[in-house]
């Protein structure tokens, strides 16, 4: 797992992108307790999710 691209999002969550699909982690960057993988369709899902309860690109939390 490629970790040059990792950033710390706070409370215990990391981001990486890995060259393939952006990896979630808690815990630790170095030795995650848990991985969660996003390829394109995931993360297509998950804005959209993230869209319809919160203010993004004027998004009016319909």
Do not use: Q
């Amino acid at each position: 797992m490629e970790k040059s691209n990792v950033a710390y999002l706070g409370d215990g969550v990391y981001i990486n992108w890995n060259g393939y699909s952006l990896e979630l982690m808690t815990g630790d960057s170095d030795d995650p307790i848990d991985v969660i993988y996003m390829n394109d369709e995931i993360l297509a899902n998950f804005i959209e999710y993230v869209k319809k309860f919160y203010i993004i690109e004027g998004n009016d939390r319909d």
